[in-house]
């Protein structure tokens, strides 16, 4: 059965900046979408913010440039995310609309298995 990626993005700082309540219920909130799909959800966590962050690039030459920090031309950031296997990408989407995304959004990408060409 395939699988998909549903990435959680959000607006880090109108979460850091949110009612202690908000970020409680909305934790809560992802415990019961976990418990609702636990047949089709195959991982998923939640990530640091994004000051503890690194990115690896290469440069022209192939040299490796490592950067503290990410630098992402949005307010919204990768926050977290949920491996789910699903039937087709309806369903994935039907799923996906259940995550708790009050500060952002959720993108749904499909997984392409190493044993694909």
């Known amino acids: 059965m395939p699988e998909y990626l549903l990435l959680i993005h959000q607006d880090e700082q109108t979460w ?3 009612d202690p309540a908000v970020r409680q219920r909305t934790l809560n909130e992802h415990v019961e979408f ?3 799909h636990a047949d089709r959800l195959r991982g998923g966590n939640r990530l640091r913010p994004t ?3 690194t990115t690896v690039r ?3 030459h192939g040299r490796t440039v490592i950067t503290d920090g990410v630098f992402a031309e949005t307010k919204e950031v990768l926050g977290g995310y ?3 296997e699903a039937a ?3 369903e994935a989407i039907r799923i996906a ?3 708790p995304s009050p500060f952002g959004c959720v993108e749904v990408r ?3 298995p190493h044993d694909e060409p």
Do not use: G, N, R
């Open 58 to 60: 290469h440069d022209e």
């Open 97 to 99: 609309a259940d995550v």
């Open 82 to 84: 949920y491996l789910v």
């Open 110 to 112: 499909p997984i392409h």
């Open 34 to 36: 976990m418990a609702a």
């Open 51 to 53: 000051s503890t962050a």
């Open 88 to 90: 087709d990408l309806d």
């Open 16 to 18: 850091l900046a949110a």
